[in-house]
């Protein structure tokens, strides 16, 4: 198996946020000015995929948070298989974005993939993986399982068994 061209960090001072560009203005500002300060005060951990060959390079980032997600914005299949709880435990994808130079040659997939497996890691309970996607973004969401909540259409969902499962095929 080929190894990746590319490294996924945690953010550091060591990167270079100034010159990324996706071409989300958002997603852009976010990580020029308010990564660093949510990574320190523990609100949102950001990991930074750079090539091996240009380190500080950022290519793509995303981050993770711990969160909740209402049992009423479940779709009523997840409902029926989970504990009524007024708050059920989830994992926030919160961004996810790929510098221009690099879209369209599966960056994206890859930080999917390794949040799915940090994700995975964690030793504190969780069952959803959540994002609050960009319009332009839930096909990408949804191509790789995630369902919307049935009332809205930008949250989308993703039960931890099933992010198990593409696991261990990536894994294999």
């Known amino acids: 198996m080929d190894e990746s061209p590319y490294s996924i960090d945690l ?84 961004r996810l974005a790929v510098a221009k130079d690099y879209q369209g040659r599966g960056l994206g997939e890859t930080l999917l993939y390794d949040a799915f497996l940090r994700s995975l890691a964690s030793p504190i309970a969780w069952a959803f993986l959540i994002v609050d996607a960009k319009e332009d973004a839930i096909g990408f969401y949804t191509r790789y399982g995630f369902e919307a909540c049935p009332d809205t259409k930008t949250r989308l969902f993703m039960q931890k068994q099933d992010i198990n499962k593409i696991c261990e095929i990536i894994r294999d």
């Open 11 to 94: 953010l550091t001072k060591v990167h270079d946020r100034r010159s990324f560009t996706s071409g989300n203005e958002v997603l852009d500002k976010y990580l020029k000015e308010i990564a660093r300060q949510d990574t320190t005060r523990d609100v949102a951990t950001v990991f930074v995929a750079t090539k091996r060959s240009a380190p500080r390079t950022i290519c793509g980032y995303y981050t993770l948070s711990t969160g909740s997600i209402p049992y009423l914005e479940l779709t009523d299949d997840v409902r029926r298989i989970m504990p009524r709880y007024k708050l059920l435990p989830a994992i926030w994808l919160g």
